[in-house]
């Protein structure tokens, strides 16, 4: 939520490391050996609305695909 932050998560290959970059900053996460990744994002750095790329990064250079995520709309922060 607008207030609390902002939670990415996904499936990637285990071992991996999974990126979002926001405005051209980027904040990483490991992908557990469960194959899952959960990437906290604090509500100071998004808008609502904005949209964010995430993307895995393979090895020696190789960049998954990246998929655009859009930051949620939240109901709550709208006054009127």
């Known amino acids: 939520d607008s207030s609390k932050g902002y939670t990415v998560t996904g499936e990637a290959d285990a071992s991996m490391v999974a990126y979002v ?3 051209g900053d980027l904040y990483p996460s490991s992908v557990g050996q469960d194959g899952i990744f959960i990437i906290h994002i604090e509500a ?3 808008n609502q609305g904005q949209s964010i790329s995430v993307f895995i990064f393979k090895s020696e250079g190789i960049v998954g695909e990246s998929v655009l995520v859009t930051i949620p709309y939240d109901p709550s922060a709208i006054i009127g």
């Open 44 to 46: 100071r750095l998004v």
């Open 21 to 23: 970059d926001i405005n």
